[in-house]
């Protein structure tokens, strides 16, 4: 009976599928809520699990040139996983773009409808954009421009409008995005540069009003992942952020994907 009953359990154990790998991952702020919905999706689909740590591009590189144990990389730009493959610290060969950020000028439950145009001109037909151009508020968000680039993209707007200057003392400066977002939607700003992800994703998209920045005013947001640690888990990641299904999620969330053109 003995060997037989460890010929049982023998194959009851290799029916039994491995234990999960655990994938750590630092994501930009933006996009960690749709991160979020890809990793459930892809740990329904694998025998593996995501454990997300969300914040500004700047302050992750940091942390992972100091040696923090990440095994992925979704950065908010590509200058930092490229930085990451010149110092060997991120596999080179594994970096892609995931998405292409858009920015939108944001002001919470003052209209019942959405307002965006890209006629920088006509101030008139948009309210934020008026409301902007004639200083009507007292404090404006953004994420810090050295640590995020949606932040960057945010200056770059103001220094395109010649407003950078002029509104130096009403800028309250987030360390990232979802820190910019959290000034405005708690009243400590009246108006916020922020991801057009933010409000598409919260029932806040249907209570304000914003201006859809032209994609000539600011740089690219090019958003880039890497592999730091390579392991099986975090190739079987990468390649699902590539398919159909994880391309189609990233769209729906207010992104530009790598199969679309950025207008």
Same mark, same amino acid.
């Given at each position: ?69 990440? /095994? ?75 640590? =995020?680039?949606?932040?960057? =993209? ?48 919260? /029932? ?7 201006? /859809?920045? +032209? ?26 952020? %590539?398919? +159909? ?16 053109? %950025? +207008?």
């Amino acid at each position: 009976m003995k060997p037989l009953l460890f010929v049982l359990v023998f194959l009851l154990l290799r029916s039994i599928p491995a234990s999960a790998d655990e994938i750590r991952v630092a994501v930009a702020s933006n996009f960690a809520p749709t991160l979020k919905a890809l990793a459930l999706v892809f740990e329904k689909q694998s025998e593996h699990r995501l454990v997300l740590a969300s914040g500004s591009s700047g302050k992750h590189y940091a942390q992972i040139s100091h040696g923090a144990p990440f /095994d992925l990389f979704f950065a908010a730009d590509a200058k930092r996983p490229q930085l990451l493959e010149r110092k060997g610290l991120a596999i080179v060969g594994s970096r892609f773009t995931y998405a292409y950020g858009k920015l939108v000028l944001w002001q919470p439950h003052t209209h019942k409808l959405d307002y965006k145009t890209t006629e920088i001109n006509t101030p008139a037909e948009n309210p934020v954009l008026g409301k902007l151009k004639q200083a009507g508020f007292r404090y404006l968000a953004i994420a810090n421009p050295k640590l =995020a680039p949606y932040g960057k =993209a945010a200056e770059e707007t103001l220094v395109k409008l010649n407003l950078w200057d002029t509104y130096q003392t009403r800028i309250v400066r987030g360390e990232n995005i979802a820190q910019a977002f959290h000034f405005v939607t708690t009243g400590n700003a009246q108006l916020g540069f922020i991801a057009y992800s933010q409000i598409k994703n919260t /029932d806040t998209h249907s209570t304000g009003s914003y201006w /859809d920045i +032209p994609a000539a005013y600011y740089q690219p947001i090019t958003q880039q992942a890497v592999i730091l640690k390579h392991s099986p888990a975090a190739v079987a990641f990468m390649t699902f952020m %590539r398919s +159909p299904v994880a391309i189609g999620i990233i769209h729906r969330a207010g992104y530009f994907t790598p199969t679309e053109n %950025r +207008p």
